[in-house]
């Protein structure tokens, strides 16, 4: 994206924020200007190792995008235990899913290391949908862009632990009634 900077005058923070922001994989859906206007609607949260920053099963009121650190996402199993999905870099965003879809968490998050965010929350989410539209349609797209990629890694991760393996005859096989039709 173009990251031409203008003259326009910007708030001392959202240049901060946008600034931050601009380091990570996620801006690159987005120009300088788009960045800047973006980060005036988001705000900082820090986590320590071990704090959750959401847990499975809360409202989805907000996203973050990691400016530094490691989260994990943990799913609760049926028997009572957790199962580790995967891990969350810097520059990724996480909690996403229940922001578009408006559904309950699906995972909980848990800071790994030291741990700073952006957030952007559901208010301020809707605010730049219905006001800055093009801006939002990219938010969605960068957003359901870090959805698709984390779909396939964990697809991916699926694909080789044997427990899911299906021998590839039974991949075929139909039903009488389809082969005689």
Known sequence: ???????????????????????TAFAKHFTWDELCLLSGFMTYQSLYPGDFLFEE?????????????????VKGA?????????????????????????EPRSASIIAQTPVTLLILRREAFDMIVNNHPRL????????????SARLR??????????????PE??????RESEVEE
């Open 1 to 23: 994206m173009d990251r031409t900077r203008t003259e326009t005058k910007i708030p001392r923070e959202a240049l901060a924020k946008a600034t931050h922001l601009d380091h």
């Open 57 to 73: 099963g809360d409202p989805g009121t907000f996203t973050g995008i990691l400016l530094r650190g490691v989260v994990s996402v």
């Open 78 to 102: 049926p028997d009572g235990g957790s199962a580790l999905v995967c891990d969350i870099h810097k520059g990724h965003a996480v909690g996403e899913q229940a922001l578009l879809d408006r």
């Open 136 to 147: 939002g349609m990219k938010l969605m797209g960068a957003l359901a862009c870090e959805m």
């Open 153 to 166: 890694m964990v697809t991916g991760r699926l694909a080789c632990d044997r427990r899911f393996r299906v």
């Open 169 to 174: 005859r039974d991949l075929f096989v139909q």
